[in-house]
């Protein structure tokens, strides 16, 4: 059973505008929400992350939103350059879990 | 530099036999896993540990055995009873402390193919 999806997945974005990238959670449990970004052959990366205490963290050109009523968060890259496309997965995790619960990812493709 | 090593990059295994990937750390984590990738899907936990001597199950450990002698290295053996071995395995650690599952560093991974 996933409990955490991105049901986009892939996305192409022109170059220099908006991207963004979509996760639901199922299991109300979650209250710590991450995002990593992987390139082919190569580890994941860690890129931002959110408590659910807040709603909302920035980092740079990224940041990320959380709904918890809507068990939602997303990933807003602006301004999206070449060198962002990758794979782009989305974690969550709660107190007491041994491990992060990965979505499938989406594939980002900038276009120059 | 600090970080996590796998190796090898690449690995091909024939039918019936017991293949083991290494991953080893400096970074001084306490705690460590073992993920696998497999195409359009995301990351499922074969095997973790938190501390040297100790391992648990993850969701899919059938078929995968591990060891945690050392701090700095869990290797993974893919045993001849997991019949689809092929697949991204990934290497991660993370620091033990109030979480130990936030931020996890990975490796640059190992790529499993069966002959």
């Known amino acids: 059973d996933q409990q955490v999806k991105q049901n986009s997945p892939s996305l192409s974005v022109q170059e220099g505008r908006i991207s963004i990238l979509n996760c639901d959670y199922t299991?109300?449990?979650?209250?710590?929400f991450l995002w990593y970004k992987k390139y082919p052959a190569e580890g994941p990366t860690f890129l931002i992350s959110?408590?659910?205490?807040?709603d909302k963290n920035e980092d740079g050109r990224f940041t990320v939103f959380l709904n918890k009523s809507a068990k939602h968060l997303s990933l807003h890259i602006v301004p999206s350059q070449p060198g962002d496309s990758a794979v782009y997965f989305c974690?969550?995790?709660?107190?007491?879990?041994?491990?992060?619960?990965f979505g499938t990812g989406t594939r980002l493709t900038v276009i120059p | 530099d600090g970080g996590i090593t796998q190796s090898p990059k690449y690995l091909f295994r024939k039918e019936g036999q017991n293949v083991t990937l290494s991953c080893e750390q400096n970074?001084?984590?306490?705690?460590m896993y073992w993920y696998r990738q497999d195409p359009g899907q995301g990351l499922r936990l074969i095997y973790y540990?938190?501390?040297?001597?100790?391992?648990q199950k993850g969701d899919i450990a059938e078929g995968y055995s591990v060891s945690r002698e050392k701090k700095e290295s869990f290797p993974l053996t893919v045993t001849s009873a997991q019949k689809n071995p092929t697949a991204f395995y990934l290497c991660?650690?993370?620091?033990?402390?109030?979480?130990?599952?936030?931020?996890?560093?990975f490796g640059s991974g190992t790529q499993l193919s069966v002959l």
């Open positions: 991660a650690s993370s620091m033990q402390g109030r979480r130990t599952n936030e931020k996890l560093f």
């Open positions: 299991n109300s449990m979650f209250d710590y």
């Open positions: 959110i408590s659910s205490i807040k």
């Open positions: 974690a969550a995790t709660f107190r007491g879990a041994n491990n992060l619960f």
């Open positions: 970074l001084n984590h306490d705690a």
């Open positions: 540990s938190q501390i040297v001597n100790d391992f």
